[in-house]
């Protein structure tokens, strides 16, 4: 279990490294000002970076075994994961009204709908402690394709997501550890790549209609 929270720790310090580099012409080097950003950006990002904390605390205080404290923690994710779906909301919006892209409305459906995914089997699981902490690691890998995507590509953001989830699995399972999660992880993974790569190169019609709907 130990190395299980190790590993969030480990990856959430590469999340901020990929997002840090993807998010800086557009938005961190314009630290402190930031101006022309709009509250709505300012606010997803700071529900992103509060998910980011909470991840590396919780999985601190479990290292340590401070596991009432980690479970405290934990409940504030109540409260979080609304305000982070809330803040893809907002900026999902704000980035529509600017300039049409249903492209990027595919990629932030993928994105949260994974996110989402992850947390909920967290919580479902949550009496299972090595299912929960596998979870709640995965619940950090949907946000390596917003920052390293745009840093690079989303060809390359996805391929590494893809790669690390077998990773995960191939380790877990070798080694004999709890590898269910991370099975389960790759048939989401492909699962909301499939839909992702249906609404947007197959029937590219949904998301047209999705964004007259909504923007239209």
Not at 98 to 110: H, M, N, V, W, Y
Not at 167 to 195: D, E, H, I, N, S
Request: hydrophobic letters at 55%; charged letters at 10%.
């Amino acid at each position: 279990m130990e190395k299980q929270h190790r590993t969030i720790v480990g990856l959430v310090i590469g999340l901020l490294v990929f997002s840090l580099l993807g998010f800086h012409k557009s938005y961190f080097q314009f630290f402190p000002s930031f101006e022309n950003t709009a509250w709505a950006v300012h606010f997803h990002v700071l529900t992103i970076l509060c998910w980011f904390g909470m991840l590396i605390t919780q999985a601190t205080l479990a290292v340590k075994g401070r596991i009432e404290q980690h479970r405290k923690i934990g409940k504030l994710s109540y409260l979080l994961v609304p305000l982070i779906v809330l803040g893809f909301v907002l900026v999902t919006n704000y980035g529509q009204l600017r300039q049409k892209s249903p492209e990027l409305l595919g990629a932030t459906l993928f994105d949260g709908l994974l996110f989402l995914l992850f947390y909920g089997l967290a919580m479902l699981n949550r009496k299972k402690t090595a299912y929960h902490a596998s979870y709640m690691a995965l619940s950090a890998v949907p946000f390596i394709n917003p920052g390293l995507g745009r840093f690079i590509g989303p060809e390359v953001s996805l391929t590494v997501e893809l790669l690390l989830l077998l990773g995960l699995f191939l380790v877990a399972f070798f080694k004999k550890r709890v590898y269910q999660p991370y099975l389960v992880g790759l048939c989401c993974f492909f699962a909301m790549l499939g839909m992702v790569v249906y609404v947007s190169f197959i029937n590219p019609a949904i998301l047209e209609g999705m964004w007259d709907a909504i923007w239209g």
